[in-house]
């Protein structure tokens, strides 16, 4: 064995002996993937390592290897698929080995080389684990770290991606336990993680509630109750607070009456959030000084309840429910980072693209929120989505209008799955422009969002200029973004007149082209070109005001890129 192959042991195998698991053992065992223990995890890298270590030595891969996870200087944007060149090139993958690598380096990244990375970098990581299912304790510390964010130096963007890869890949009972437990975590770190995870679990659950509803809960309430779920909730034991009934549920596990404690606790998960009942029974075990200095028991009452919520998961849940709407979010995920993937891959100085760019959020209070943009965040459940950073209300009429499109159809199932994933990605994108100081601007022109032709007859389709793109969820799915011409006038249309322009969308992150470039026909089509705010077939788009310093920055990135996107431009097949 190389000395870089046994150094790459010897770190991998400390990553694995330092994790925690909280004596969590209701969760994590020898048999469940992703929440296998830490003795299984050990088992299993050390099975990939009787692959992994010929494979170093071989094909002198242990250099490579080595210089990525103990780098001299910050990592680049190419280290995952370098990654992926050494880990995945063996047969079977060694997905655990690489997993735990990834941890690694999104650690080390988070922590001294934090001011001298790309925020670019961590999308990268975070879109590893978010296209598949790492083992949970592999993955979760790092991913916490950047949620909870003690140095506030990273965007809403990123806590958001780092949030989905959790609630995507996790079930919300093993999340919030293990959260509660862990004696890593301050106070007020844990309270940040309850309100982010919390606002993306209500998103999974509204995706969830397209193939599973009340009449699932009858079914429950009768096995369970021996009476509809109607009936249940009109009882006089019940009719009680989330509160109340929590105290109730602890008090009766305290005496150790599991007969009675069972059927309350059954109610609890019938009638409200996972989410919402963890974080009471929290509350409730930190405030009793007798349960919050007896570890046993604490552990008792989660492992209960534990019991309890993977019972309900059970029978209301179908596995295979749940794996159909986790693999729908993973081909959209993988089709959005394809999309938007940067133009060249490499070094993007930090210093570029994040010192003074990102704004912290305002509170509500900062802002009038209009009634309409308030129902439409109940309809599709993101208001708790929205709390985590606030949207001035220019950009909240922009997300009623497009919430407005689904007014007009009669939307299957699968369409609505999309169309809701559309509405997240669209208050994603109008948050992330909110946190970077970019306003959303309207003319007295026709409307807040108006299409090609008419950008063109308004003489705004100018080399350089900038615009916000609303994208696509129906039939074709284009992530919202910004946009910048590269070339007006570049490409005849039809009939001859040179009314296609050529665009790059451009990342928030770093201000880098991405995605391949496009051409915008503004031909005027008459009776048959859409308005604008349907936003069906084409994307509509807004005019957006960016701080000159922001730009600036932008402009740095932007010609590190300019050889490739000139490649890409000549390359294209135009028709």
């Excluded at 096995?223 to 109340?244: H, M, P, Q």
């Excluded at 209960?304 to 309900?312: D, L, N």
């Excluded at 299957?412 to 994108?429: P, T, V």
């Excluded at 322009?501 to 026909?521: A, E, K, N, Y």
Aim: hydrophobic fraction near 40%; charged fraction near 25%; include cysteine.
């Amino acid at each position: 064995m190389s000395r870089e192959t046994e150094k790459i042991y010897r770190a991998i195998r400390a990553q694995i002996d330092a994790i925690e698991s909280y004596s969590l053992e209701f969760i994590f065992s020898p048999a469940r993937s992703p929440y296998l223990d830490v003795n299984s995890i050990s088992k299993s890298f050390q099975k990939e390592w009787d692959a992994l270590e010929p494979l170093l030595e071989q094909k002198g891969s242990a250099k490579e290897l080595a210089s990525l996870l103990f780098p001299d200087t910050p990592s680049d944007l190419a280290i995952v698929p370098r990654l992926h060149n050494i880990f995945l090139s063996a047969h079977p993958h060694l997905t655990i080995s690489l997993d735990i690598c990834v941890a690694g380096i999104l650690q080390e990244a988070s922590g001294k080389f934090r001011s001298q990375v790309s925020p670019q970098l961590f999308i990268e990581l975070l879109n590893h684990y978010n296209l598949r299912s790492p083992e949970f304790l592999i993955a979760i510390n790092p991913i916490l770290q950047i949620i909870s964010d003690r140095g506030q130096a990273f965007s809403h963007v990123i806590k958001s991606i780092a949030g989905e890869v959790l609630v995507n890949n996790y079930e919300s009972e093993a999340l919030f336990i293990f959260i509660s437990c862990a004696g890593h975590l301050t106070e007020e770190e844990k309270q940040i993680l309850f309100q982010s995870l919390t606002a993306f679990q209500k998103i999974y659950r509204k995706l969830l509630e397209l193939h599973v509803g009340i009449p699932e809960k009858d079914l429950i309430s009768l096995k369970w109750f021996g009476i509809a779920y109607d009936e249940l909730r009109s009882k006089r034991e019940y009719r009680d607070s989330l509160s109340n009934l929590v105290r109730r549920f602890i008090g009766f596990l305290k005496e150790k009456d599991k007969e009675q404690a069972i059927p309350v606790g059954r109610f609890l998960v019938l009638r409200f959030n996972n989410e919402d009942i963890l974080r009471i029974v929290r509350y409730e075990i930190e405030k009793d000084p007798a349960l919050s200095s007896e570890a046993p028991m604490t552990k008792f009452i989660y492992r209960q309840t534990y019991k309890i919520m993977q019972e309900f998961r059970r029978h209301y849940i179908p596995g295979e429910v749940d794996k159909v709407v986790t693999r729908s979010l993973s081909e959209t995920e993988q089709h959005a980072i394809d999309t938007m993937r940067l133009v060249s891959e490499g070094r993007t100085p930090a210093s570029m693209v994040i010192k003074g760019q990102l704004q912290r959020s305002r509170s509500a209070e900062d802002y009038v929120i209009l009634p309409e943009f308030m129902e439409n965040l109940h309809t599709f459940n993101l208001q708790a989505l929205f709390e985590l950073y606030v949207i001035p209300p220019l950009s909240q009429r922009i997300f009623n209008i497009l919430a407005a499109i689904g007014d007009t159809m009669e939307l299957g199932r699968d369409e609505l799955f999309q169309f809701i994933l559309y509405l997240e990605n669209i208050l994603f994108f109008l948050q992330e422009l909110e946190e970077s100081g970019i306003e959303v601007r309207q003319d007295p022109t026709y409307g807040l969002i108006k299409n090609p032709y008419q950008l063109h007859s308004l003489s705004m389709i100018r080399e350089g200029t900038y615009f916000s793109s609303t994208g696509l969820w129906y039939q074709n799915t284009i992530p919202p973004s910004i946009i910048r011409c590269i070339s007006p006038n570049a490409l005849p249309n039809c009939i001859g007149v040179r009314d296609r322009h050529i665009f790059s969308q451009i990342s928030l992150v770093t201000g880098g082209f991405r995605g391949t470039p496009f051409d915008l026909d503004s031909t005027n089509r008459y009776d048959w070109d859409e308005e604008p705010e349907n936003c069906l077939f084409r994307p509509g788009y807004f005019q957006i005001v960016i701080p000159q310093p922001l730009q600036e920055r932008w402009e740095v990135t932007q010609a590190m890129q300019k050889a490739a996107l000139k490649g890409l431009i000549q390359k294209k097949q135009w028709s």
